[in-house]
Nanobody
Framework: QVQLVESGGGLVQAGGSLRLSCAASGRTFNIGALAWFRQAPGKEREFVGGLLWADSLSRVSESVRGRFTISRDTAKNTIYLQMGSLKSEDTDTYYC?????????????????WGQGTQVTVSS
């Protein structure tokens, strides 16, 4: 089994930056892809971006492109979500998720392992 632990959330002013971390442990050799999702109360989880475990190929959603990037520290089995030019609408709980399949298409239902989430609040 794979375990995921997110960290780095907090309160930030609009226009500011924040970096989230997702540390993977356990059977990390089973990971095909890691992704970031976000969710507001009463809404569905939205794909933010993801990374393929084998080659670190990454992509982010259209809604955050140019502001958010994804990177990885292979030695630490950790991926990062670097968020910049934050807006109030980026306020959400951010989750890290893993799947065995090596691609990033699909939705939240296609990811089987989830972290506990970390809250990001952007004040305007």
């Amino acid at each position: 089994q794979v375990q995921l632990v997110e960290s780095g959330g907090g309160l930030v002013q609009a226009g500011g930056s924040l970096r989230l971390s997702c540390a993977a442990s356990g059977r990390t050799f089973n990971i095909g892809a890691l992704a970031w999702f976000r969710q507001a109360p009463g809404k569905e989880r939205e794909f933010v971006g993801g990374l393929l475990w084998a080659d670190s190929l990454s992509r982010v959603s259209e809604s955050v492109r140019g502001r958010f990037t994804i990177s990885r520290d292979t030695a630490k089995n950790t991926i990062y979500l670097q968020m910049g030019s934050l807006k109030s609408e980026d306020t959400d709980t951010y989750y890290c998720a893993a799947r065995r399949l090596r691609h990033l298409s699909g939705g939240a239902e296609d990811f089987s392992v989830w972290g506990q989430g970390t809250q990001v609040t952007v004040s305007s």
